[in-house]
């Protein structure tokens, strides 16, 4: 394991998440994983944020609220395709996504959600904000593409309190 700086990681974090996006992970009695492919980094507070995106009717919405903390990996290594496709499609009501899916949680260093060992770059991160969206100020466009339904996102602002590589 080799401790990064979250800037040295940010654009190949971007890259994967505009392109098969990477593992949101949340620890408690079942560990659970998804799919994201929204959400950024950056300064926020004084602090290294990593902001990321779920519906509430995501299982892994709640489990955020609850935990207060979650962990990103990023796939590094190979792409994963199917176990990405496989957690983004699957709830983890129904299935646990590690078990048999070739996917291995393993204990992240600060916080109590895991990694993906599969994966070779990790984000680990505690709950600063949590945000509802409205569709009250967002652009039209937007509005229109993301959100026809209107089942708004939830953003979880996120201080990343770790960030490694473990695929050196």
């Not at 620890?27 to 659970?32: A, L, R, T």
């Not at 600060?110 to 990694?115: E, L, S, Y």
């Amino acid at each position: 394991m080799r401790r990064i700086s979250y800037l040295e990681a940010m654009a190949e974090t971007a890259g994967r998440l505009a392109n098969g996006g990477v593992f949101l992970n949340v620890g408690g009695e079942q560990p659970n994983t998804m799919t994201i492919g929204w959400g950024w980094m950056g300064p926020c507070w004084r602090r290294n944020v990593f902001v990321v995106l779920v519906r509430p009717q995501r299982h892994t919405h709640d489990l955020l609220k609850q935990a207060g903390e979650f962990t990103i990996s990023v796939p590094t290594r190979a792409p994963l395709r199917e176990q990405l496709a496989f957690a983004g499609t699957k709830s983890g009501r129904d299935v646990d996504k590690f078990s048999g899916h070739g996917l291995t949680a393993v204990p992240a260093q600060r916080v109590n959600a895991p990694i993906i060992a599969e994966c070779g770059l990790h984000f680990e991160c505690r709950t600063l904000m949590v945000q509802e969206m409205t569709g009250e100020t967002l652009a039209q466009e937007v509005l229109q593409y993301a959100y026809p339904e209107r089942d708004f996102h939830t953003m979880f602002f996120g201080e990343i309190v770790d960030c490694y590589r473990t695929d050196d």
